[in-house]
């Protein structure tokens, strides 16, 4: 039973909207997707798995999901004390790769910098990381401050350093690591009194068990440089 | 008797093929060839035919849920892609199936609805249609809980809805008990009176002989023969008929021509003879009947015959 | 019009009390453990990942809402002939499918508001962070996309054969969606002309999806979403919904029921 009359004015129609969303598809990718389907190089990693990961996570549609499965994978690298053996060779890789799949999620940047600059000393491949994050987000204050600590840790110049490290963490969600390093960095500008006050603090406060141990051990080298001994009370 | 202009359905010259199977040397099926047709309005008319004769895919075609390869169908002086001529059409299909989880109300509100009722109008149909089909009290339930009998009674409900002109049913005492069956066909003699135009495709005779006025008989895709149902009832078609009879009675009968068999307990079985060739028979024997009932109906007989198939009819041996 | 409304209102009703619902719920269960598993996780931005994973939910719990309600329907009006006491009313084809249409979309578009409301209550009172307008048009494009899906799912039943190749041939097609805005890059490589040119009617024929997928891009500083980006979007959406709708109701037109 083919009701034509009624479908005689949808069939020209039908026409000009098909060529209507021709158009407009073409258009929409450019605003949709302004980036290249290839970005960075693999590096260290398996280029097939690189290649593969980045593929699925574009022509799925879900590369922010898959960036954020993809990170977790990153925190198991760094996490995997078998890893130390090789000094975390492939972490700026990670890194990257993290970012290039979710380019706004910030831990990516500020953790990954922060590994790379203090744990395991290439600070050349963390500035690169925070230039790669500040670029693509640039309100992204937290960053601007962790890069300028890092030129100043570069330099020695603790003074300098410390209150971009401060005012990173009074701004909140910066990565517990960023605390160790500021009461470390303390120290190294001889603010003994403080980095006490700090790894006090984050004794009182953490639940990582790493970091108290961490804050343990501070206090104590602390307190030998002071000689002092653990049970004289300084308030935070 | 209703003159040739007040058609309800007017079919000429269809034909229906079916392609199937592998497209390069595919399997054609003619369902219907060359079928002509015209029922009257006001009028009950049968389709009977055998499982796969065509009685489907003419109601089908007439319905619009299949194209013709050939020929016209008139529906209500219509097309039937006309939604007017459509508002005026009911129709039962075999086995109907509803949404699982509307209730018997809902459904018929819905059909309601699509028929153009609306608010307190469609609200007391619902209800007069509820009365009529006997699922008042039931209407409420959700259909995942009827009945096969249930279902077909909303069924019928819904093709009643719209007050239609026209009723096209497809077997429309499946699944219904002998309570059922019954109350569907009162309406269905209730409906012909209120002057509505009945279309039925059945296999049941007793139904079609109570309801219709004439039938139809499809067999292998060609339309074989109409004729109306007072004619056939009259005809010269034979039955068996069962006579009982009492004991000594049934050896006056032995020898005679048309017996074709005798129980112990006096019962005579009389073949070839119509009704009152049967009971002039006995009487000239002077036979006292207790009883006469037809082992078939006539218009089984009559449908068997049409088509060609063996009828009890047939002569045997004449019992000695 | 009112037949239109009554069709929609007959299969929302079916579809809710088929117990598609409870797939929001199951979807809402499921994303909130793996948006606090990822938060714990990923060591902070708690809001961002909920908004991330919320959206992500939204578009699979109103996908598979569309999945299975498509094969549960096609079981009903096909293969158990449920339509045929429709079509035999006074109603045309088209204002049936466009009912099915909107019927389909109003499930749908209830599971995928509901999850966004969740996840919002999440981000404010869980994540301690604020729903930013880019997660709101983000919502709004996955329902122009879920829109188009359910066109696209019905066109499929009124040509499909059978409920199991309804759901294949849909669900494939909402993988090549999104896929589709790779095609130009292809394009732009080395490739047989045979190959560009088939690449180019499937990039002209399959709905492209990523133009409502905002999700990656929710927190990008760089994306412009005025007023022309959503008159382009909103533009698309109809014109290919138009299309397809208008392929399905040609086929339902011409659809012969055995």
């Known amino acids: ?236 | 008797m209703t003159t040739p202009s007040n058609y309800a359905i007017q079919i000429k010259d269809l034909s229906k093929t079916y392609k199937t199977g592998f497209w390069l040397k595919p399997k054609v099926t003619n369902a219907l060839k060359n079928f002509t047709l015209d029922v009257y309005e006001k009028e009950a008319f049968g389709l009977l035919g055998l499982n796969g004769a065509g009685k489907t895919t003419a109601t089908k075609i007439i319905l619009g849920f299949l194209a013709p390869s050939s020929g016209s169908v008139s529906v209500l002086g219509g097309k039937i892609s006309n939604r007017e001529i459509r508002n005026q059409i009911g129709y039962l299909s075999e086995l109907p199936y509803f949404s699982r989880e509307h209730t018997g109300r809902e459904l018929l509100e819905y059909f309601g609805s699509l028929h153009g009722f609306s608010g307190k109008v469609l609200s007391q149909r619902v209800d007069e249609v509820l009365e009529l089909v006997r699922m008042s009290k039931p209407s409420k339930d959700r259909v995942s809980g009827y009945s096969k009998g249930m279902l077909q009674r909303i069924g019928i409900g819904q093709a009643l809805i719209g007050k239609p002109k026209l009723l096209i049913c497809d077997e429309p005492m499946s699944g219904l008990d002998p309570v059922g069956y019954k109350e569907m066909r009162d309406i269905f003699i209730d409906l012909k009176k209120m002057g509505t135009t009945l279309l039925l495709n059945t296999h049941i005779m007793d139904e079609v002989e109570r309801v219709c006025d004439r039938i139809g008989i499809l067999h292998d895709g060609h339309l074989k023969e109409v004729a109306s149902v007072p004619d056939i009832l009259q005809s010269s078609v034979n039955v068996d008929y069962w006579v009982d009879v009492d004991a000594h009675d049934a050896s006056k009968l032995s020898g005679v021509p048309f017996q074709k068999s005798v129980a112990e307990n006096g019962g005579v079985q009389i073949s070839g003879l119509v009704l009152p060739e049967t009971l002039t028979l006995l009487s000239q024997k002077q036979v006292k009947t207790k009883g006469v009932r037809p082992l078939s109906s006539v218009m089984e007989a009559y449908f068997l015959k049409s088509i060609g198939a063996r009828t009890s009819t047939e002569p045997t041996e004449v019992a000695k | 019009m009112k037949k239109i409304f009554h069709v929609t209102t007959f299969t929302l009703r079916e579809l809710i009390r088929s117990k598609m619902l409870y797939i929001w719920f199951l979807s809402a269960v499921v994303f909130c453990l793996l948006s606090y598993l990822l938060s714990i996780l990923s060591f902070g931005e708690v809001h961002k990942i909920f908004m991330d994973l919320g959206l992500v939910g939204m578009e699979w719990s109103g996908t598979l809402v569309l999945i299975l309600s498509l094969a549960v329907t096609y079981n009903t009006e096909f293969e158990q002939k449920a339509i045929y006491l429709q079509l035999a009313k006074p109603v045309t084809r088209g204002e049936y499918l466009l009912g099915r249409v909107f019927g389909f979309f109003a499930v749908i578009s209830l599971v995928v508001i509901g999850m966004g409301l969740l996840i919002a209550g999440l981000v404010i009172f869980v994540g301690g962070g604020q729903v930013t307008n880019l997660f709101i048009d983000s919502s709004v494009f996955i329902l122009i996309e879920m829109f188009v899906l359910t066109t696209i799912g019905l066109a499929f039943q009124m040509i499909g054969t059978s409920m199991v190749g309804v759901v294949l041939y849909f669900m494939f097609t909402v993988f090549l969606g999104h896929c589709i805005g790779q095609v130009e890059w292809l394009l732009n490589q080395n490739l047989a002309p045979a190959v560009k040119t088939m690449l180019r009617i499937v990039h002209f024929l399959l709905p492209n999806l990523e133009a409502f997928n905002l999700k990656d891009r929710i927190y990008d500083p760089n994306l412009i979403l005025g007023w022309v980006q959503w008159r382009e979007v909103l533009l698309y959406g109809f014109a290919y919904s138009f299309v397809v709708f208008v392929i399905g109701w040609i086929n339902l037109e011409k659809r012969e029921f055995m």
């Open chain 1, 1 to 236: 039973m083919a009701n034509v009359s009624s479908l005689k004015w949808a069939v020209p129609l039908t026409v000009i909207f098909f060529f209507t969303q021709i158009f407009l598809s073409s258009k929409l990718d450019h605003w949709v997707h302004p980036e290249p389907f290839e970005t960075s190089q693999a590096g260290q990693l398996d280029p097939k798995i690189v290649s593969s990961l980045r593929a699925t996570a574009f022509l799925s549609g879900y590369k922010v999901l898959i960036g954020h499965a993809f990170w977790i994978k990153v925190l198991q690298y760094y996490g995997d004390a078998d890893n130390r053996v090789d000094h975390f060779a492939k972490l700026y890789d990670y890194c990257r790769l993290a970012s290039d799949l979710n380019p706004q999620f910030l831990p990516v940047y500020t953790y990954g910098a922060a590994a790379l600059a203090y744990q395991v000393n290439r600070m050349d491949e963390a500035v690169k990381l925070l230039q790669k994050g500040i670029l693509a987000n640039p309100k992204a204050n937290n960053l601007k401050l962790m890069l300028a600590a890092m030129t100043y840790h570069n330099t020695a110049d603790y003074e300098k350093e410390i209150p971009f490290l401060e005012l990173q963490i009074a701004q909140g969600n910066a990565p517990t690591m960023l605390v160790n390093i500021l009461a470390n960095t303390y120290e190294k500008a001889g603010r003994v009194d403080d980095a006490i006050r700090l790894w006090s603090w984050i004794l009182k406060t953490t639940d990582s068990d790493v970091q108290k141990y961490e804050a343990t051990l501070g206090l104590k080298k602390l307190y030998a440089i002071k000689n002092t001994t653990p049970s004289e009370k300084v308030k935070p």
